[in-house]
């Protein structure tokens, strides 16, 4: 298994590029079967869930080519409409593909993604959608079989803005006979660009980015060309590693608007961002003040940026209270944190951080990939070495972070233990 050694004391300077957003790619990854014709994506990011989401969709009977960036699927052969087990356990997001194959073929068959390593991830707002659009639900074995004989709009109001469960619920709804409408629905940009692969389709689907987004059944569908956005989770990533270094980097290909809630949580701890039409720069001289946040939904504080803001916290001039408020288990990154010297105390959803003046090397394991994420950034402050075992977790959302942050002046080995 690979692990890192991040040498600590380290000062953040120069330019990084973002690549395409990880959140975006699978679902559009996913709509592609709606379609039996050709969809070609740009700006695809190297990212251990673009393959797993490509081996889910080859399973499926899809042909699909990824060089360079440049994602090519072949729908045509798609004869399958289940989805392989292994894929889902190792992904929940292979889920995605449960709208569109509702969408083409009228039934679809999953097993239950069962938990992970950030809490509970149930489905119910998915499947309550698909049921209120005409679709028979079986749950049994550990298995989920949707179908339905006619599929049509439906009037759906999630009592959770799920970014899945909206995402899922439009693309069962591009093939749908009539209207669907849903209301409270999920407003992160990746929402949007999905509309907008949709749309290059030939969908009707409109509305993304607020709270209804209406969409007209069609009965056609044609190839796209389609080019990803930025990676807004990958940017402030970058963001905050130049903040706890102290550092002043420059980070291109965003779009600042995408950023606002993150850039705004630095500013208020003291960090200087400065917004260009496609980049930002970010300063950070001394150590960074204490503030409190809360995790929530687009355009709130992003729950996928908690753990690395956590660790800019945890060097933080005073006491910091952050309530996780989209899942249920976030802070498995605290105990890692701690082993660094961090003082953080969990209660329930809430965490509390004493800022102290220094962490100081450990071994340290990723839970997750934002938590480990989190632990290369706390390492890049730390005092001396730190040894951040599961490294897979971080490749599953970010490509070449040891490279990229190496780029910027970091000191980070990738190395390979033989057990
Ligand atoms: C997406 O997950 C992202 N993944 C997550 O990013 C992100 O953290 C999350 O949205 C919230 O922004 C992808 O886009 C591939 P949700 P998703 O449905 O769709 C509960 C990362 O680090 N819920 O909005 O699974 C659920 O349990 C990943 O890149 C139900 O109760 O998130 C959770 O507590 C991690 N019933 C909350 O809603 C449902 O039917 C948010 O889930 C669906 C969800």
């Known amino acids: 298994m690979e692990k890192f050694i991040v040498m600590g004391r380290t000062r953040l300077e120069g330019t990084v590029r973002i690549g395409g957003s990880k959140n975006a790619v699978l679902p559009i990854m996913a709509a592609s079967l709606l379609t039996s014709k050709n969809s070609t994506i740009f ?9 797993t989401m490509k081996k889910v969709l080859e399973h499926l009977g899809a042909r699909v080519n990824f060089t360079s960036e440049v994602l090519e ?38 097993s239950h993604p069962g938990g992970c390593d950030i809490g509970s991830r149930p489905m119910d707002l998915h499947l309550k959608g698909f049921q209120s659009m005409g679709a028979a639900i079986h749950e049994r074995y550990g298995f989920i079989e949707v179908e339905a004989n006619d599929l049509h709009g439906a009037e759906i109001h999630l009592d959770f803005p799920s970014v899945g469960a ?11 006979k009539g209207q669907t409408v849903i209301r409270n629905a999920a407003k992160e940009p990746e929402i949007v660009d999905l509309q907008n ?24 569908l044609n190839s796209v060309e389609y080019t990803i956005i930025p990676d807004r989770i990958e940017a402030g990533t970058y963001m ?24 705004a949580k630095l500013r208020e701890t003291g960090v200087t961002v400065t917004e260009y039409p496609d980049s930002v720069r970010v300063q950070c001289a001394g150590r960074a003040r204490a503030v409190d946040f ?16 956590m660790a800019l916290m945890a060097t933080a001039d005073g006491t910091t209270v952050i309530a996780e408020t989209i899942f249920d288990n976030r802070f498995k990154h605290v105990d890692e944190l701690r082993r660094m010297g961090a ?3 969990v209660e329930g959803r809430a965490a509390i951080i004493k800022g102290v003046p220094r962490l100081s090397g450990a071994f340290v394991e990723a839970t997750d990939l934002r938590a480990g994420a989190a632990l290369v950034l706390a390492g890049l402050a730390a005092e001396d ?25 970091a000191r980070i080995m990738r190395v390979n233990n033989h057990r």
């Open 166 to 176: 909206t995402e899922n619920l439009m693309m069962a709804a591009v093939l749908a």
């Open 294 to 309: 809360k995790t929530m939904p687009y355009p709130g504080f992003p729950t996928d940026m908690q753990p690395q803001v």
């Open 385 to 409: 070495a730190t040894i951040i075992e599961n490294i897979y977790h971080i490749d599953r959302g970010y490509a070449q972070l040891d490279g990229k942050l190496n780029g910027l002046g």
């Open 43 to 51: 700006d695809v990011p190297h990212l251990t869930d673009v393959l």
């Open 197 to 220: 692969f949709l749309n290059g389709l030939g969908a009707k689907v409109k509305g993304a980015g607020l709270d209804v987004i209406r969409v007209e059944g069609v009965t056609s």
């Open 240 to 263: 905050t590693a130049g903040a706890i270094t102290g550092g002043d980097i420059l980070i291109t290909n965003v779009i600042p608007e995408h950023l606002e809630p993150i850039s």
């Open 343 to 345: 003082n953080i105390k």
């Open 73 to 110: 699927v072949d729908t045509s052969g798609v004869n399958r409409h289940e989805v392989a087990e292994s894929l889902t356990r190792q992904m929940r997001a292979s889920n995605l593909v449960m709208g569109p194959l509702l969408g083409r073929f009228h039934r679809v068959r999953v």
